[in-house]
């Protein structure tokens, strides 16, 4: 039997070692972060060492970072009641909760008209495609690009962003909001007051030192050239799809996508199909977005960028990650080009 191989990275990133470290070695914490006795104390210091690490990561300096559940409560917080304007490609957890206005062109590029009252992704998270920001936007969703591509919140310009732990190989169910210092955010959750009364509740001590962890190793990674070995991987699986399968539309591929992701549609093809076919050949993929609990459906970011229903419900998404090999890829592109034919020889 042949080894898995995960490609949904985009997903979820398999826990690194020093964030599984570091949540392990948090549980043995016995303190209230709020408690003013020793082992309290101990635990807030632990909290406020992974805050630094995480705004270090993030090149939030003079910025807020407030823990959270992930980044879907951090839209919440960033976004509900506030009269935001967004696009159709927005993740579900900011479309959930802004005026999807804002056009999108061919190329996924968003006409951000009025930055000061709109929420964009800075990576989407099914194309890849990277947005050329104006500086200024009330909410940035840097939860893609974080960690894959040299990105500081100083140099974004906004308000606030949106960051999530496991997608850079920390743990599940922890993110942040970062915020600039002085932008005035009412609290959702309230209670003690804690996250300097942003987000109250006792903090998930175990998950915010994985995420400091993680936010630490991830800016070596990029340091180290990682992903950039990542994104030549990325572009060997394309061509050796490319030459064989003529009719498949690599989705974002003219402009600056993320490093590791492919989106390819292959109209008469359904996704939802490929996914299923590859998962029982060995290959971990998806068909667009983790977060819609199982559902598959049209892509609403490919039908934004124009294209039809049949190109948009055969799409497939395929994200590397570090532990990624040359022959992981060119042993997807051979079992994909085999279903392919395969799926052909049936329809013709």
């Known amino acids: 039997m042949m080894a898995r191989v995960y490609l949904d990275h985009n997903a979820t990133m398999p826990l690194r070692a020093e964030a599984r470290a570091a949540a392990l070695a948090a549980m043995d914490i016995v303190g209230n972060p709020s408690s003013v006795h020793s082992e309290g104390r101990a635990a807030k210091s632990l909290i406020e060492r992974a805050r630094g690490q995480v705004a270090s990561a993030f090149g939030a300096d003079g910025a807020d970072v407030v823990f959270v559940s992930g980044a879907t409560e951090a839209a919440a917080l960033a976004c509900a009641g506030r009269g935001l304007s967004g696009s159709e490609i927005e993740h579900d957890a900011v479309r959930a909760w802004i005026d999807p206005a804002l056009a999108v062109d061919a190329a996924g590029q968003v006409d951000v008209t009025s930055p000061a009252r709109s929420a964009v992704q800075l990576a989407n998270s099914e194309t890849g495609v990277v947005q050329d920001l104006p500086r200024g936007v009330a909410v940035v969703d840097a939860t893609q690009a974080f960690g894959k591509l040299p990105v500081a919140f100083n140099w974004i310009g906004c308000e ?30 309230r209670g003690g007051g804690q996250e300097m009364g942003r987000r109250s509740g006792t903090e998930n001590l175990p998950g915010i030192a994985g995420f400091g962890a993680a936010a630490e190793a991830a800016v070596k990674d990029l340091d180290a050239g990682v992903w950039s070995r990542v994104e030549k991987l990325r572009n060997i699986l394309e061509s050796a799809i490319e030459a064989e399968a003529k009719e498949t539309i690599f989705v974002g591929n003219a402009g600056t996508r993320l490093p590791n992701t492919s989106c390819l549609a292959t109209p008469g093809w359904k996704g939802e199909t490929q996914v299923m076919q590859m998962d029982l050949a060995g290959f971990a993929i998806s068909a667009g977005s983790a977060c819609s609990s199982g559902k598959v459906r049209a892509s609403a970011v490919l039908r934004a960028m124009g294209l039809d ?5 055969s799409a497939i998404r395929v994200s590397l990650g570090p532990e990624t090999t040359e022959n992981d890829v060119m042993r997807f592109a051979d079992v994909w080009l085999t279903k392919r034919e395969k799926h052909r020889a049936r329809a013709a």
């Not at 962003?161 to 997608?167: D, E, F, R, T, V």
């Not at 229903?309 to 419900?313: I, N, R, T």
């Open 160 to 189: 606030m962003a949106l960051i999530s732990a496991h997608k850079i190989g920390g743990p599940k169910g922890i993110g942040a909001l970062v915020i600039k210092r002085g932008t005035d955010l009412a609290a959702q959750i």
């Open 309 to 313: 229903e049949a190109a948009a419900s």
